[in-house]
């Protein structure tokens, strides 16, 4: 198989994972990725390995060979922020929420604008945004408003300084 083919693949596999039909996405990374095996280039495509395990593990259940295609690609190329919000996803599907928010705040660091550790982290904002929003959250008439807010609708018991 060419190298085109190799790249088709990837690019199938990439609008299908985007309709959310990842078990037919896995398949198109899955020849993307033998196909390169077999070309033996001197480096796998990583995004393809990393697609390819957080596909696999989207359509039916993650395992640890998935697990571990995603964990080798984002260390095999720790400077790219898609290989890390595909590790971060892998993470959150398998309840390691520490790693996950550990790897996704990577990916946003390596790239602000990426929009799927943008929503995968949003998960984790458990916050709401400051009553006031031209001043800083940590203003006292934000905190203040902002405790009243919680105490109006119904959220959790408010706790003092010392309870913390």
Excluded: W
């Amino acid at each position: 198989m060419s190298v085109s083919d190799s790249k088709r693949h990837y690019q199938a596999g990439l609008v299908l994972f985007e309709q959310r039909r990842f078990a037919d996405a896995a398949h198109h990374f899955e020849i993307a990725m033998r196909s390169e095996i077999e070309r033996r280039a001197m480096r796998p495509h990583m995004r393809s390995l990393s697609f390819l395990g957080l596909s696999r593990a989207l359509s039916d259940r993650p395992r640890p060979e998935d697990v571990a295609a995603c964990e080798q690609a984002a260390r095999a190329d720790n400077f790219d922020p898609v290989l890390h919000a595909n590790l971060g996803h892998m993470y959150l599907l398998m309840g390691k929420t520490s790693r996950a928010l550990a790897t996704l705040v990577q990916a946003r660091r390596l790239d602000p604008e990426n929009v799927r550790a943008r929503a995968l982290l949003a998960r984790f904002d458990r916050r709401k945004p400051p009553v006031i929003p031209r001043l800083d959250r940590d203003h006292p008439l934000n905190r203040s408003l902002g405790r009243l807010r919680a105490l109006l609708s119904g959220g959790r018991r408010l706790q003092s300084r010392a309870e913390r």
